[in-house]
């Protein structure tokens, strides 16, 4: 552990006036509450909006309420996407479907995703990773077709959108996550809405059986909320990311977690998400532009984004050119304190836990990308001269590694089976 300069991986700085609006929050539970989904009715122009306890709580609920719609069983997910995501699904009692991922836009590939959707998918999750816009209406059309609802995974993405239309508005329903490290946070919450009335109804039915958090898990968490503030500050996270057991950052698949309202301290930390939001993308925004520009000559790939969208980078991704050379960079950020990450540890064919169930579901993409992504900081505690340091962390350790392009047997193997796939036209 080396007490410098370090910079948190992802960071959604809270201030004390949000945590005394946590505190109003307990003395005026049924305004805050209220106030919150008002305003999130109208920014996102929607009927129904309900706070719950997380952003894997909100999909789980979405799920049980479409399953009660369709009685369709299968869950399309991205091959590459956060742990929570099938979690969710398993609490469900639904089955993960995996569809691959073109690594140049973390956007579904198409052909697959056309070949997959037929009358025994529930539901499609459209997801913008990472803050980068993916195309909803194009997937809505392919859905829409065959009885498949599109739910928007805006966990990573609030405050993107796409012509004007923000991210969430495109497809039947869609969640937020309001955990640490996301575009804004209360310490762990989640948000769910939509415009259609028949999709309200059924999670309205759901959410009514949902019990409330306690005063000892509200109280918990604003603690946490005040414990994270104090040590995201760089000067100070050296602290916590020298501590093994806190697990920070860590992604894992679990299907015990708890499912209840959003409690109205979380609400009242969220009383000016507005201006927080406004302020954390405005300068995330500006970060990944200017490292873009940075590293626009070297040999590396970055995401593409579409012209269409405002893409809100709650961190930067670039796509290394081996698994030694991202390991190469994450431990030179490590050395140095730069706060970049390798994100997931492995595409979801190959989470321990579904490995058996998924075998027959190759995604050598999203298998690749597991391998060799890694995420550069973007948020508003980065300092220009940090800006310059990950930059040179990038170039000096592509100029070291000079290593080719390299796959694993797993990618070869995928790639080998998804060839020789009969395909349908
Ligand atoms: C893409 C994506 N979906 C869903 C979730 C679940 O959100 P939460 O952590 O609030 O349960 C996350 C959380 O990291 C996520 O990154």
Redo the contacts with the bound molecule.
């Keep these: 552990m080396k007490a410098q300069r370090t910079l948190p991986p992802s960071a959604a700085p809270i201030d004390w006036r949000d945590l005394i609006q946590g505190l109003v929050g307990l003395v005026r539970p049924q305004t805050t509450i209220r106030q919150r989904e008002a305003e999130f009715r109208e920014y996102f122009g929607v009927k129904h909006v309900w706070f719950v306890s997380?952003?894997?709580?909100a999909?789980s609920l979405i799920l049980q309420a479409l399953h009660g719609l369709s009685g369709r069983q299968k869950v399309v997910v991205p091959g590459y996407?956060?742990f929570?995501?099938p979690s969710a699904v398993v609490r469900a009692q639904l089955s993960v479907a995996l569809c691959d991922v073109d690594p140049l836009s973390f956007d579904f590939d198409f052909d697959q995703l056309t070949q997959m959707t037929d009358s025994t998918v529930l539901c499609v999750l459209a997801?913008h990773?990472l803050g980068i816009g993916v195309d909803v209406p194009r997937i809505v059309k392919l859905c829409g077709q065959r009885g498949i609802f599109v739910v928007e995974?805006v966990?990573?993405a609030f405050g993107g959108d796409r012509e004007g239309r923000p991210f969430g508005t495109m497809g039947d329903v869609a969640f937020l996550?309001?955990?640490r490290g996301?575009n804004i946070t209360c310490g762990?919450?989640?948000a769910i809405f939509s415009n259609d009335d028949r999709i309200g109804e059924a999670i309205t039915r759901e959410y009514a059986q949902l019990p409330e958090e306690s005063v000892l898990g509200m109280l918990k968490n604003w603690l946490e909320v005040a414990a994270t503030q104090l040590l995201i500050n760089p000067s100070r996270y050296w602290l916590p990311a020298g501590l093994p057991f806190l697990k920070l950052g860590e992604?894992k698949f679990y299907t015990d977690?708890p499912v209840t309202r959003m409690d109205p301290v979380r609400a009242g930390l969220l009383r000016r998400w507005k201006e927080r939001l406004a302020r954390a993308t405005a300068s995330r925004v500006a970060h990944a532009e200017q490292v873009l520009r940075s590293l626009g000559s070297s040999p590396v790939q970055t995401i593409k984004p579409s012209g269409r969208d405002h893409s809100v980078y709650l961190r930067l991704p670039l796509l290394m050119r081996s698994k030694q050379e991202k390991e190469a960079l994450c431990r030179v950020s490590v050395e140095q304190g730069l706060g970049v990450s390798s994100m997931y540890p492995s595409s979801v064919q190959y989470i321990a836990e579904l490995r058996e169930k998924l075998s027959s579901q190759d995604v050598p993409q999203s298998t690749m990308i597991a391998e060799r992504l890694v995420t550069l900081p973007t948020h508003e505690l980065l300092s220009a001269r940090d800006l310059a340091r990950i930059c040179s962390a990038v170039q000096d350790v592509q100029r070291a590694e000079g290593v080719g392009t390299t796959c694993s047997p797993e990618v070869r193997e995928g790639q080998r089976r998804v060839s020789e796939r009969p395909r349908v036209s």
């Design positions: 997380s952003g894997k709580a999909l996407t956060c929570s995501v997801t990773l995974d966990a990573q996550s309001f955990g996301k762990s919450g989640g992604t977690f």
